[in-house]
Each structure stands twice: as C-alpha cells, then as structure tokens.
C-alpha cells in the first residue's frame, strides 16, 4: 500500500519560512518524479514545483521561482519542499504527488499517488 504523508506545514507570517516533508512508503521511490502541488480556498489545485527521478532536474511554477526549492533523498524516501519569502497567497493545503515519469510534470491528473496534504497559512 502507498503512502505519502506530509508534514511540516502551520503558520507562518509573510517574509517567513517553512519546510514541508513528504516520506513515503510503498513504493519504488527512486523511480518516482515528485511534485508538490497547492489548492488554496476555492481555487483549483496548481502545481507548485516538481524534481525528477535521482534528482534529474527540478521545475517550478513561475509563483515559486526564486522562492521555493525542492530535493529529494531517495535513501530516506523523502522529499522536502523549503519555502522562503512567503507571501499570503502561498496559503493553501499543500499536497506532495508521486508520477512514474522520469521528468518532471505539471498535469495533476499524470500523478499516480497523492498525500493527504497539509495546511499553510501566511499572514500578513
């Protein structure tokens, strides 16, 4: 049985940071591309920022550039999510997704496995 479980999300006041982890279990981790993705009140889930198999490149959405880096440790069978420089409209539940593609993407519905996400608030 898969599992990916988020954790490290709260609140956070803008300028801030946070560190989301996401361990998973069940799978092959290694031959998994990984995103991170965000649905805030209201609003469709969007694709936040992704890392591909070993590590083989990153992609971010142009709301995380500069911001937001992703990494992954495959011995862990974890992938991290550091944010920096956040912003109130990062609030949103933030789910990390597991996609057997090598490379990254960006369609929500390519992703085999999902989190049950964890909340992020910034204030103003």
């Known amino acids: 049985q898969v599992q990916l479980v988020e954790s490290g999300g709260g609140l956070a006041q803008a300028g801030g940071s946070l560190r989301l982890s996401c361990a998973a279990s069940?799978?092959?981790?290694?031959?998994?591309?990984m995103g991170w993705f965000r649905q805030a009140p209201g609003k469709e889930r969007e694709f936040v920022v992704g890392i591909g198999r070993g590590s083989v490149g990153t992609y971010s959405a142009d709301s995380a550039k500069g911001r937001f880096t992703i990494s992954r440790d495959n011995a862990e069978n974890t992938v991290y999510l550091q944010m920096n420089s956040l912003k109130p409209e990062d609030t949103g539940v933030y789910y990390c997704?597991?996609?057997?593609?090598?490379?990254?993407?960006?369609?929500?519905?390519?992703?085999?496995?999902w989190g049950q996400g964890t909340q992020v608030t910034v204030s103003s």
């Open positions: 997704a597991a996609d057997q593609s090598s490379l990254v993407v960006t369609d929500a519905n390519r992703y085999d496995y």
């Open positions: 069940g799978l092959t981790f290694s031959r998994y591309a």
